[in-house]
């Protein structure tokens, strides 16, 4: 029988930009990234139910490392730089940009990427650019419309409707509704991340 994963178990393991530093690349892992500033490090502290397990911030682009978190012996959730923040310089950017390509292209224990987007903007240039890159390296996606909170509940479902109908095409994606603060959808990202990382 499969275990189930008590994800409030989550320890952080390192910080680091190099390849060299990572965790071992065995057993399975799940990946965060998105646009700076959406929630990210939000959205891993809610489904942990820690407070500052990820470090979150009111000034966008403060992640430059990739953060290793174990769940289990083996069995792993990383938040990924941010991308997309307009005021980190051009060379930083570039270096970020090279790590995730190089950490999504060559990671052998990637199960699968939560890109959090905010509800109130998603699909931004650089998430379709995400998207893309996904698709060539056929990974699966998981969005988690960020902010929710933020929007009327029937607009919020409307927004989820229109993802569904036209931005997921023909990509290996699902979408959902997430908001920290008021623990939306914790426990169906949950689900979707235990499928993942012990199905
Ligand atoms: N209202 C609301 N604010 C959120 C939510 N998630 C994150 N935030 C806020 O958005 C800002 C950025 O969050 P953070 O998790 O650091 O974003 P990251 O850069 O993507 O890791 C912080 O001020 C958070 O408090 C949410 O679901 N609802
Ligand atoms: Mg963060």
Same mark, same amino acid.
């Given at each position: 029988m499969t275990q189930t994963i008590d994800f409030t178990q989550a320890k952080f393991l390192l910080s680091s930009l190099e390849r060299k530093d990572w965790v071992t690349d065995s057993g399975a892992e799940v990946a965060f990234v998105g646009r *700076?500033?959406?929630g990210k490090s939000s959205a891993i502290n809610a489904i942990s139910n820690q407070k500052a397990l990820a470090r979150t911030s009111k000034t966008p682009g403060r992640t430059q490392l990739l953060v290793f978190f174990e769940l289990l012996e083996g069995v792993r959730l990383v938040d990924l730089p941010g991308y997309g923040f307009a005021k980190t310089p051009i060379a930083i950017r570039n270096r970020w940009q090279e790590k995730i390509i190089e950490y999504l292209s060559k990671r052998e224990s990637l199960q699968g990427l939560v890109i959090p987007m905010d509800i109130r903007r998603p699909f931004t240039e650089l998430d379709q650019q995400m998207m893309s890159w996904t698709d060539e390296l056929q990974l699966p996606v998981h969005i988690l419309l960020t902010k929710?909170?933020?929007? *009327?509940r029937g607009k919020a479902r409307s927004v989820l409707f229109d993802v569904q109908r036209n931005w997921l095409g023909a990509y290996d994606a699902s979408v959902q509704l997430f908001s920290a603060p008021k623990r939306i959808g914790v426990e169906e990202a949950r689900d979707r991340l235990q499928s993942w990382l012990l199905p």
């Open positions: *700076s500033n959406v929710a909170d933020k929007l *009327s």
